[in-house]
């Protein structure tokens, strides 16, 4: 995992729920300095007591989802953000992440395998959805490798994986309204099963799929990144 990040003295790396360290240790080896963002107050202390000797360990004890990375750095696309997250927060953390997206140069998580595989997911296939959409409209997503249940102790009953997002200098088609394109991906896949003219019925009129060139009978996972924002611009173009 340190190699992937392959972490550079005077990089700002930020890592979330460090634990006890077992990230942490190395990489602060490696670099000198590095931030945590760890919620149980009880494992501030340890984490210090590790860190002595081996570098500048700054721990903020914060929910990471309500942290605003913005006190860490003004400056855009300088922070390098890792961690194992915690499985049941690892989705709603990601969108946090996104709203900042413009401080991050890239992060590398471990996570649930199947999560991976959502993040990682192409158009045609079971695991494409919400989550693949709007992560790849703003990120390189790369699955890196698979970490078995006998990496942690104790043992957890799901596979992991390894996991790099790096940011799109500019996202492969420009949403022009980004809320609305969100809504709309929202929307196509509360009801994933159904055929697109009737899961967005009320939001997308047929002359807008015919502007778009997207085919009513589909169902969302059939279509590309791109497909949904055309499909949002034309929509937002035409009200």
């Known amino acids: ?112 395998k199947e999560v991976v595989e959502r993040l990682a997911a192409r158009s045609g296939s079971a695991a494409f959805g919400r989550l693949s959409v709007m992560v790849q409209y703003h990120c390189k997503v790369e699955n890196l490798f698979a970490v078995g249940s006998g990496a942690f102790k104790p043992p957890p009953k799901v596979e992991s994986a390894f996991v790099r997002l790096v940011p799109h200098v500019s996202p492969p088609r420009l949403a022009i309204n980004y809320i609305h394109f969100a809504g709309l991906v929202k929307q196509a896949f509360s009801q994933r099963r159904k055929m697109l003219r009737r899961s967005l019925r009320g939001l997308v009129t047929e002359l807008n799929f015919s502007q778009s060139s997207i085919d009513s009978s589909l169902r969302p996972e059939s279509l590309e990144i791109t497909d949904f924002v055309n499909l949002s611009n034309s929509i937002v173009e035409t009200r």
């Open 1 to 112: 995992m340190v190699e992937s990040v392959a972490p550079h003295t005077g990089e700002r790396l930020v890592e979330i729920g460090p634990g006890m360290g077992a990230l942490t240790l190395p990489l602060l080896e490696r670099i000198g300095k590095l931030t945590v963002i760890e919620l149980d107050r009880d494992l501030v202390g340890p984490l210090h007591e590790l860190a002595l000797g081996k570098g500048t360990l700054d721990v903020y004890n914060q929910d990471v989802l309500g942290f605003d990375f913005s006190s860490l750095t003004d400056a855009s696309a300088t922070l390098r953000v890792v961690g194992n997250l915690p499985y049941n927060i690892s989705t709603p953390l990601i969108f946090h992440l996104i709203k900042q997206l413009y401080l991050i140069k890239d992060m590398h998580f471990l996570l649930q």
